[in-house]
Nanobody
């Protein structure tokens, strides 16, 4: 069972990037998928989540209106389109599935009985 994130890189402020999170090893269509990020010297924070069907999406206030999360269950892949990037968006972005997104989804702790994380992908936004 693996989550593989990709798409990070260096971009100027105001630019765009699209992150991908590909799941392998089992079907993730039953779980919400999403992203957290961790900036240097800061705690990991929630960024965005999408329900198993793709019908509901949730965002941190800091990215609302600039980031869009989508998923393609046929490909077991989630995407994070990041527009109007700011230097404060610089961080390592981690994709996740299941219980780490429970709070965003409004369900009780350990509701999904699964906790998956991918290795991070670095996003650097220059001013």
């Amino acid at each position: 069972v693996q989550l593989q994130a990709s798409g990070g890189g260096l971009v100027q402020a105001g630019g765009s990037l699209r992150l991908s999170c590909a799941a392998s090893g089992r079907t993730f269509s039953r779980y919400p998928m999403g992203w957290f990020r961790q900036a240097p010297g800061k705690e990991r924070e929630f960024v965005a989540a999408i329900s198993w069907s793709g019908g509901s999406a949730y965002y941190a206030n800091s990215v609302k209106g600039r980031f869009t999360i989508t998923r393609d269950n046929a490909k077991n892949t989630a995407y994070l389109q990041m527009n109007s990037l700011k230097p404060e968006d610089t961080a390592v972005y981690y994709c996740t599935a299941g219980d780490p997104l429970g709070q965003a989804m409004g369900v009780p702790q350990s509701w999904y009985g699964a906790d998956y994380w991918g290795k991070g992908t670095l996003v650097t936004v220059s001013s």
